[in-house]
């Protein structure tokens, strides 16, 4: 049974910077587009950002695009998510799954707060 571990996230002052990220205990990394989701207080889970099987095409939410990168080492079963000029409104708890997400496969995730 693959699991997902996500974790990086912390206290960040707007502007500031993290990275996140999921380390999956099985092969599933290089075999399946891989995304990034967020669910802040109140709203419904989201998709911030997604990767090919392949590294090759990668796609991002409006709201995040240009500031937020996707990545990831298929050798590790790692996918990363480098978030840059971060915004109080960017405040959420922060998952990784396939995409689409597998029931099975969401974790606890890893909380990100932005403080303005």
């Known amino acids: 049974q693959v699991q997902l571990v996500e974790s990086g996230g912390g206290l960040v002052q707007a502007g500031g910077s993290l990275r996140l990220s999921c380390a999956a205990s099985?092969?599933?990394?290089?075999?399946?587009?891989m995304g990034w989701y967020r669910q802040a207080p109140g709203k419904q889970r989201e998709l911030v950002a997604r990767?090919?099987?392949?590294?090759?095409?990668?796609d991002y939410a409006a709201s995040v695009k240009g500031r937020f990168t996707i990545s990831k080492d298929n050798a590790k079963n790692t996918v990363y998510l480098q978030m840059n000029s971060l915004k109080p409104e960017d405040t959420a708890v922060y998952y990784c799954n396939t995409y689409p997400g597998y029931l099975a496969l969401w974790g606890q995730g890893t909380l990100v707060t932005v403080s303005s």
């Open positions: 990767i090919s099987s392949s590294g090759g095409s990668t």
């Open positions: 099985g092969n599933i990394v290089n075999v399946a587009t």
